[in-house]
């Protein structure tokens, strides 16, 4: 079947977009959702899809920020010939090509008071970004002009001068003003053939995830997995409801606990046996505090080198992050980081064979590996794919050619995928591994 090709869905991604983007793809595919990418940046993708995402699908993603439904586009050139030469017929051009008058009528109809909307410009490599901020006050005027033409009076919120060259509300902001029930964010993205403008139906919500963070009663000091991440690394795994997950280094339970949220059979080992008493009560907690019905869990302690002696039946997904070597206070020589990678491969090597023996046909395995940067700035990272291929893995490139047009530019070649911020010495690098 042919892969759609008129842009549908804009997603707004984290700081690691490419992570972002990787969790999408593997979402949307774990699901059967039928998706071309036409467009992607930094800060943006732009999808075609067949079908709409489910409503709760913004929950599901730790990478994503923002969904939004496409509504109209432009040409990218016209908005260059618009603010790039000053050109007021050009102006005047898009505004007629974009449905503002149908955006405006839908924000009227849901408010029953005074009606309050925002803009948020994104943008790609583009001369257009330091316009971004003229962009969106146009784009504001003339749907308070439209509001005004239904007879409706209307609030714009704008900015503060310290965030005049970035014109986008956060998911905060969304949330407090609850723009997306009365569809009143409106997103403007320009990419670089088109912009397109849509109203935004998903917001994350950081508070969620700060509450499953730092309000779960047992909490691990070194290498605290952010809950966000547990997210991604759990949709990279293809894990949907009703599959059986494993996570075979639990620790406290963070994977575990987004495993239940999505609705899994979820298994946790751990060979710390306080580990497995921490997690343990982390899971209780999560069940109360989202009133989860009908939750399914085992955890145990064990060795995850021989998981499949531990276990009655096979997994569908596994997704983990075993010892990552130790806390390191200062960056170390390369000499240094090299040791701490040899001294893990056994424990790594070991697990990729048993992982695979416990999985079942067609399943992930996403594994986690540390990353050292080094004070020349080299980073040593652990290869694994000779030994997950050996034991009879595929490896999984996060970016396949089919999905992709080509206007988007990325690089299927990639194997992995990394997560390191510019003062971490001790970074991830996330590799995808099917059986």
């Given amino acids: 079947m042919l892969k759609p090709h008129k842009p549908s869905h804009l997603f707004i991604s984290g700081k ?22 036409l467009e992607c940046s930094k800060d943006f993708f732009v999808f075609a899809m067949t079908e709409s995402p489910p409503e709760s699908m913004i929950d599901y993603l730790g990478g994503v920020l923002k969904i939004a439904k496409v509504k109209g586009i432009v040409p990218t050139k016209l908005l260059v010939k618009a603010y790039s030469t000053k050109t ?86 969304v949330l407090k003003k609850d723009f997306v029930m009365h569809e009143a964010e409106i997103l ?87 580990c497995i008493v921490a997690a ?13 019905k009908n939750p399914k869990f085992i955890l145990q302690i064990g060795d995850a080198r021989k998981i499949e002696n531990m276990l009655n039946s096979p997994v569908d997904c596994i997704a983990t992050e075993p010892d990552l070597g130790p806390a390191l206070r200062q960056v170390p020589t390369v000499s240094y980081a090299t040791k701490i990678i040899d001294e893990l491969h056994p424990l790594y090597f070991e697990f990729i064979r048993s992982a695979y023996a416990t999985l079942n046909r067609g399943g ?24 997950a291929e050996s034991a009879g893995f595929k490896l999984v490139h996060p970016f396949e050619q089919d999905i992709l047009d080509q206007n988007c530019l990325l690089y299927p070649s ?22």
């Fill in 16 to 37: 690691n977009w490419k992570l972002s983007l990787a969790e999408l793809i593997s979402f949307l595919e774990a699901r059967g959702l039928e998706f071309r990418i």
């Fill in 88 to 173: 007021s017929a050009a102006k005047q051009t898009m505004q007629r090509n974009l449905p503002l008058a149908n955006i405006a009528e839908n924000i009227a109809a849901s408010y029953s008071g005074k009606p309050f909307f925002g803009i948020s410009v994104y943008w790609t490599d583009s001369i257009l970004a330091s316009q971004s901020t003229k962009i969106q006050r146009l784009i504001g005027s003339s749907i308070k002009k439209e509001l005004k033409n239904l007879g409706r009076s209307s609030d714009f919120m704008g900015f503060s001068r310290e965030r005049k060259n970035l014109p986008q509300l956060t998911p905060v902001e």
């Fill in 188 to 274: 403007f993205c320009v990419g670089k053939n088109n912009a397109i403008l849509g109203t935004t139906i998903g917001i994350h919500n950081p508070f969620e995830f700060q509450k499953r963070d730092i309000g779960k009663p047992m909490q691990r000091k070194i290498f605290a997995m952010p809950p966000r991440l547990a997210k991604i690394l759990l949709n990279l795994s293809h894990c949907t409801p009703g599959k059986i997950f494993l996570d075979p280094f639990c620790g406290v339970g963070t994977i575990l606990q987004e495993a239940l949220l999505t609705q899994a059979t979820v298994i946790g080992i751990d060979a710390n046996s306080w």
């Fill in 280 to 292: 343990q009560r982390n899971i209780e907690w999560l069940i109360k505090e989202y009133t989860l």
């Fill in 364 to 387: 992930r395995l996403v594994l986690v590996t540390p990353l050292i940067r080094t004070r020349t700035g080299q980073l040593i990272h652990l290869n694994i794919r000779q030994a």
């Fill in 414 to 435: 990639d194997e992995s995928l990394i997560d390191i911020y510019q003062k971490q010495i001790v970074g991830r690098e996330i590799h995808i591994f099917q059986k």
